[in-house]
């Protein structure tokens, strides 16, 4: 299998330089007090609704910059760009994640001296962007209800790696087969004590645990620094 | 950006090397009259039960065997079992996509001989399997409408890879904000004339014209063996 043990190497040494690029987002990141958090999520699942909601709810308290990480299109920066904040887009060009270079590059579009935070859309895939550190202060994944309440057993690494779970359109609920207890268990094996925030971000039920757990972790980061 | 030259050409040895496999494997196909189709999507799209209800249909007509991608579980392979159907899961480890190794171990551990139609499950993922060929006769992408409309533009590279696109989960059409035409010009833009067909899994609705377009397309590679 030579195709298998010539790759693995390389894919190390990618990760390795990766880590190392991710620490310097994070050292830049930090110089500059601004707390930077990673969304990821599988297609679809409501990623840029949500995110649009927080920056509505979170900009009279905080100088908020966007990136947004797709394939192609610059159909989700402009929707974050709509609610007044700066927004980046980067088109990785058919790369399945964010990594910590395409970050890097973002950030040194932004006037990071004056942001508090920094929002942080993943490409919408549930396995690549667990891989690659971007030097984020908070990963959040964002799961929904259509996905279906199996996705913890089968995606694990990603549920692993993150601070928080976000269960959107719980408004659907009624129309699908979600065993909430099945998908609570499965998180919690993974994560324990993981923050989770059933919401809907169409119908706003759920959104201001969801707010204030996040201003509660946001101010947190710019304290310590201060 | 040493990182990313040095990618490159290992990637392309990666995808040259999964070509030549995966022409193995169609010619293994071929030489025992079994027909391959690889159903891609995205995670929750629906693949599972989609894949289930095609099996129950077409078992009097086909001797079927199943191959299951995922990261980790064997909960789709067992579905697929339940049918009756022999299924083989490949548990990738971590891997977006199923690559040609992958399904060539697989095959072996099929009576290919007593086998007509082969049901390829890839991992539920809208980017990865796009790039590595498996050797299949037919590659199928199921999305769904919780997903949204914009997806086409969002991942052209996996619309233009497919000779259908079924769209799931039209029962839920009155819930979401899914404006059909938007969606089918973003294929057709990609994927000029692709056979499109729009069902729900589960209430069954549109499922007979996916059937039949599928038996026409079976019948059609197995007349051209005999």
Redesign the interface.
């Known amino acids: 299998?030579?195709?298998?043990t010539?790759?693995v190497p390389?894919v190390e040494?990618?990760l390795k330089?990766?880590d190392h690029l991710a620490q310097a987002n994070r050292d830049l990141l930090d110089r500059t007090d601004t707390v930077a958090v990673n969304f990821m999520a599988?297609?679809?699942a409501g990623k840029t609704t949500l995110i649009v909601r927080t920056i509505q709810a979170l900009k009279g308290q905080y100088r908020i910059a966007g990136v947004d990480g797709?394939?192609?299109?610059t159909?989700d920066a402009d929707r974050m760009a709509e609610t007044g904040v700066h927004a980046v887009q980067i088109n990785t060009g058919?790369a399945?994640h964010l990594d910590a270079?395409m970050l890097q590059n973002a950030l040194a579009q932004i006037d990071l001296e004056r942001t508090d935070l920094l929002i942080i859309e993943n490409?919408?895939?549930?396995?690549?962007p667990a891989?690659f550190q971007l030097g984020a202060h908070l990963n959040v994944l964002i799961a929904?209800v259509?996905?279906?309440d199996?996705?913890p057993?089968?995606?694990?690494?990603m549920y692993r790696g993150v601070q928080a779970v976000i269960l959107n359109?719980i408004d659907?609920l009624p129309?699908f087969d979600f065993d909430m207890d099945y998908f609570r268990r499965g998180v919690e094996a993974l994560n324990p004590g993981l923050s989770f925030f059933p919401l809907s971000a169409k119908t706003g039920e759920g959104l201001d645990a969801w707010f204030q757990w996040l201003i509660w972790q946001v101010d947190g980061f710019l304290d310590r620094k201060t």
Chains 1, 2 share one sequence.
């Open positions: 299998m030579p195709v298998t010539k790759t390389v040494n990618i330089a990766n599988s297609p679809g797709d394939i192609a299109t159909l058919g399945c270079v490409v919408g895939n549930l396995i690549c891989s929904s259509p996905e279906g199996d996705k057993y089968k995606y694990p690494t359109k659907l129309h």
